[in-house]
């Protein structure tokens, strides 16, 4: 068995002789398939920037209201400590995370254009209700609406771009779903920005235009191919190594009962702790969706003015993009690891320096001067845009290629539940964790960055250019996984059967 993970080299069976092109038809597939992202960046930057508007919260939250008029121009952590508030907010992940086992039934069975396009038509329907609310009653429904189209999509998406992409660039077009998550959001941002100033329907408008990117997934998803893994977006005859990978694959998936329970099988621990487990976890408790979900109110807390703050949140996004361009460039070079380790510095660093500023300068009932303004604005984009190249988009990457075909569909419906768990608690809680810790709360998102990457650094084996129907083998050379995984039976016949094969064609 040649190469080994440390090296980022391929591991031992048929890569090398793989001869998939990049194609028209492979081209048009991501930009239709990535957009499913865009669902969930849309709906990040829209309600952050709508539970910031003065007419949406005179119509809804009017104690919330009240009480930001009363500190229009003080700083104070609590203007928006409203826990109604905050679950129209969290409403979306709760729901997203009950529909995303039934996006895995649908995933296996009917296939991931089927999730993408059931995706599309409930984000069009909660849409639809959202912008036409009469009550919180409506609100709260078009939201879950809206969980229902995001667990569909995400649970899909990361996977369709993984399993059709040549396994030399799989990390940048799998990451097509971050930059359009990543755009999805600049894009709200700057709605918001001008419907804030169309009085009083504005909101509306910002809500409804969730239907126009769910109408484009839809229609485009009708043309795609469906996967795993289509062949016939290779662009060339010669995928016998490729096809032989995946009939061994399917063989096996389908030799599989219980593939939920399968994950919890000491062959598969690797994945369920790293992949299923453990980044999409602290993929939220990096603290980055609190900074999106609520960046508007963030810097209205801090003092700046409604279209300040709005303004603020599109120089956030626009970082986002950013760091998701050069992630894209970068993670099949650099490798996940380095991503992954390089960012956490970068973070932890922003962090401690957010907190210390708000220790020594903020909550005295006074405007923050413009010098401190501007260092806080600053000290959030750097970590807004570390997050961008970093566990933003290999969150969803790392485990979409971590887990064998057989239990692939089950193993990303757990990574979407945890992660819309995660995303669901942060939003309901931050909003408060503000008021009560005050600077606290980023020394604490600080800690547990320091936490995310020593994680990283001792259980992450590196899996750039690795083709995914090889990478469980990464696992038998890593110093601690491979104590873990040999002592399961079935794992110890998969390689003695890869040796075999190794021997054969020697």
Sequence with gaps: MAGGFAGGGAVAGRAEFYEGKITGYFILACIVGSFGGSLFGYDLGVSSGVTSMDDFLKKFFPDVYNRKQAHLHETDYCKYDNQVLTLFTSSLYFAGLVSTFGASYVTKRRGRRASIM?????????????????????????????????????????????EIAPYRIRGAVNQLFQLTTCLGILVADIINYFTDRLHPWGWRLSLGLAMGPATAIFIGALFLPETPNSLKVRGTHKVDAEFEDLKEASEAARAVKGTFRNLLAVRNRPQLIIGALGIPAFQQLSGMNSILFYSPVIFQSLGFGSSAALYSSIITGSMLVVGALISMVTVDRLGRRFLFIEAGVQMISSMVVVAVILALKFGHGEELSKGVSTVLVVAICLFVVAYGWSWGPLGWLVPSELFPLEMRSAGQSVVVCVNLFWTAAVAQCFLAALCHLKWGVFVLFASLIVVMSIFVILLLPETKQVPIEEIWMLFDKHWYWKRIVRRDPKYQGNIHQQQEMGTGSA
């Design 118 to 162: 059931v995706g599309a038509a409930s984000f069009f329907a909660g849409g639809a209700i959202n912008a036409g609310a009469m009550n919180i009653a409506m609100l709260i429904v078009g939201r879950v609406l809206l969980g229902v189209g995001i667990g569909f999509g995400n649970q899909a998406v990361p996977l369709y771009l993984s």
